[in-house]
């Protein structure tokens, strides 16, 4: 197979786009030589063949990983790291507009989406970088005798699993303080969007990363994905993506080494409005919240709970709003929403719509395919969605929105809290009692008051319940790359 290939975006024309396995610094074809078509969503039409990795291929990185992790990397001084990391931002941020075309063509992202992703790509990277010369141990003082101390050492080789809905983002997001605290990498991304963390590698090989320190491979989850989960040479998986596949790493780490797990899952967010809420305010953030990338957020605010003085002007204000929002070319700078990232996740969307419509809830907005090429799924509100419907309870993944109204404070944090999921929550009001308590009384990770989808690398972001372990960003995400060990040291020479 070839090795790259050259394609087009209408915002950056002709560019070299690599299709190989990328393992200690280098090009490969797969040991199989299979290959995968990558499919643009807003078209229908392949964009390009790349390399499908199988588990020899996942035992080739792993060996590459494991003599950098023990060479190489190991002696590499926590400020070169930092050094390294620093110029790969630099690199990112120079080739920004590169990036955000190629996330756009393969995952149909809007290019004003595509250009933030990119953004808070370098952004997290530099906050990473400045960790590298910042992770400390203890004295710990026990006894006259002794001496005791603890160092945060690295974990060794990861296996990183990564989704499709922000490639560039997720994947940066598990980099970031992998990389900082000294492991190497071994990178999976998904199958409906291998492209954009293909042409990053070129960036980590010229700034100057050692061979073997990051390797990026694509293909498919039940063949890499799972030789990365279960591989005995593995001491970390990290994963992004569904609940159901967050079991299965689960299962396969904990019957190969038990290699540590740590897991960013589902939600089926609750957004709060209570009657004293800025309706338009609220409105915009209901909005975005839930539209905000086609919807393809683990954190999407998909239940939203309107207080009933307010409900009927609110779900009028919100409609008027959803159908504003501005669907097509991904490329067009105005649009806002571009298409699903692929018929798999465009016909699971549909049944999710026609399966509300059965269950007797009300389609106030959208409802059907938008145009008919791409992947394309109108805005859509329901309202009157009683708690026991499937549109109300499982994550669809799409710009679905499911409305109910709510009388009291405490009914909406029972209503909140009915879910096996906790990643997320907002509330809207005015008054900051209402939303001190609230956000308390919230099982989630995260909770947005009067706004949505603040996210940002310096606050953690995680899941409690079902929707995973472990935090990533921050600080917190330092200690799923960490492990502590005690050393113990007897002064003197009395006799024992
Ligand atoms: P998925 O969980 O199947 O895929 C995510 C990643 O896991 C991909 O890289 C995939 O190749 C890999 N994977 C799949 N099976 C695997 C296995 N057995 N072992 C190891 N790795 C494996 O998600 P999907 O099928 O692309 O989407 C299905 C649903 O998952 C969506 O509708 C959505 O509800 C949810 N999802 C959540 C997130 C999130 O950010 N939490 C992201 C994507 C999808």
Redesign the pocket.
């Known amino acids: 197979m070839v090795l790259s290939v050259q394609l087009k975006t209408p915002l950056t024309g002709e560019y070299t786009q690599p299709t190989g396995l990328f393992i200690n610094n280098e090009w490969a074809e797969g040991v199989d030589k299979k290959t995968f078509e990558v499919v643009n969503p807003a078209t229908e039409e392949v964009i390009c063949s790349v390399a499908e990795a199988t588990e020899k291929d996942v035992d080739l990185a792993v060996a590459a990983a494991r003599k950098a992790f023990e060479g190489v990397w190991r002696s590499t001084t926590p400020q070169e790291r930092s050094v390294l990391m620093y110029k790969l931002a630099d690199l990112a941020e120079k080739n920004l507009e590169l990036l955000a075309a190629v996330e756009s063509l393969d995952n149909g992202k809007s290019i004003s989406m595509a250009r933030g992703d990119a953004g808070a790509v370098v952004g997290c990277l530099r906050y990473y970088a400045g960790w590298a010369d910042k992770i400390e141990g203890k004295t710990i003082d026990i006894a006259p005798d002794m001496f005791h101390y603890t160092r945060q050492e690295p974990i060794g080789v990861c296996g990183q699993?990564?989704?499709?809905?922000f490639p560039l983002l997720?994947f940066t997001w598990k980099i970031g303080p992998a990389l900082c605290t000294g492991n190497t990498i071994i990178m999976?991304?998904?199958?409906?969007t291998p492209l954009s963390a293909l042409v990053f590698a070129n960036l980590v090989k010229e700034a100057g990363f050692p061979p073997g320190v990051l390797n990026i491979i694509s293909g498919?989850?039940?063949v890499a994905?799972?030789a990365?989960?279960s591989h005995m040479g593995i001491d970390k998986v990290a994963?992004?993506?569904?609940t159901?596949?967050g079991r299965?790493?689960m299962k396969?780490a904990a019957s190969s080494n038990l290699k540590k797990v740590t897991l960013?899952?589902?939600?089926k967010s609750p957004n709060i409005v209570f009657n004293d809420a800025d309706i338009e305010q609220a409105v915009s953030w209901v909005n975005f919240g839930i539209y905000f990338n086609h919807g393809?957020?683990?954190c999407a605010g998909s239940r939203v709970y309107v207080q009933e003085g307010i409900y009927d002007k609110f779900v009028a204000a919100f409609k008027a709003r959803a159908e504003k929002n501005k669907v097509g070319d991904p490329f067009a700078e105005e649009t806002f929403q571009g298409p699903q990232v692929s018929k798999?996740?465009y016909d699971?969307i549909m049944e999710y719509i026609t399966s509300g419509k059965k269950e007797g809830a009300t389609v106030t907005t959208g409802g059907e395919r938008f145009g008919n090429k791409g992947y394309f799924i109108q805005p859509t509100i329901f309202t009157d969605v009683k708690p026991e419907m499937k549109i109300m309870q499982e994550?669809i993944?799409g710009p679905v929105c499911a409305i109910a109204k709510f009388k009291t404070e405490d009914d909406v944090i029972k209503m909140g809290n009915d879910t096996t999921y906790g990643l997320a929550a907002a509330v809207h009001t005015k008054d900051l009692n209402t939303a001190i308590r609230v956000s308390n009384e919230i099982r989630a990770g995260t909770v947005w008051v009067n706004c949505y989808n603040m996210l940002h690398h310096q606050l953690p972001f995680g899941g409690f319940k079902e929707s995973g372990i472990g935090r990533e960003l921050g600080e917190a995400a330092l200690a799923n790359y960490t492990q502590s060990k005690s050393v113990a040291i007897r002064l003197g020479d009395a006799l024992f």
Not at 188 to 192: D, G, L, N, S
């Open positions: 699993i990564i989704p499709w809905n997720m999976k991304t998904a199958e409906q498919f989850g039940k994905g799972a990365i989960s994963f992004t993506g569904s159901l596949v299965t790493i396969a960013e899952l589902g939600g393809q957020c683990c798999v996740q699971r994550e993944f």
